[in-house]
């Protein structure tokens, strides 16, 4: 068997244990780790999102990870093209993805070129939404006038 050659892909923006954890179990599944850092552009036109992080520190924050032996930054939607440009030969995904559309459709355009796809326990108690929505309360609530005493 040959060399395995993993990619893990996410935002990694507002960084926490669930991004940890899936990079981690990836490492343990192969022998080079080359992370997938989603480049600010497409955040924002494929989840309509504004990063908290910019794209190159999410990058550099990524790539010292000690299990992560490389980054790519994505900068089209297609993980077939990111596929084309680093070669790996697992993809891991958290488990919050098996069996959906999305979920599917990676699956058949993966096999087609022998990429498995590897699906970990998704961290559902902490995740960058989440994290989100606490910020946007903390801003509002700082915004708010103070309560009389």
Known sequence: MGTRIGYAAGAFDL????????LR?????CDILIAGVVSDEMLREVKGIEPVIPTAERAEIVRHISFVDDVHV??????LDAWEDVRFT??????DWRGTEKGLRLE???ARVGVEVVYFPYTAHTSSSSLRRALDAITAG???????R
Do not use: I, M, Y
């Open 15 to 22: 960084f926490h244990v669930g991004h940890l954890n899936l």
């Open 108 to 110: 058949r355009d993966f």
């Open 74 to 79: 994505e900068t089209t939607p297609s993980k």
């Open 142 to 148: 700082a915004g708010a006038p103070a309560l009389a």
């Open 25 to 29: 179990h990836a490492k343990q599944q």
């Open 90 to 95: 697992h993809f891991f995904k958290g488990d």
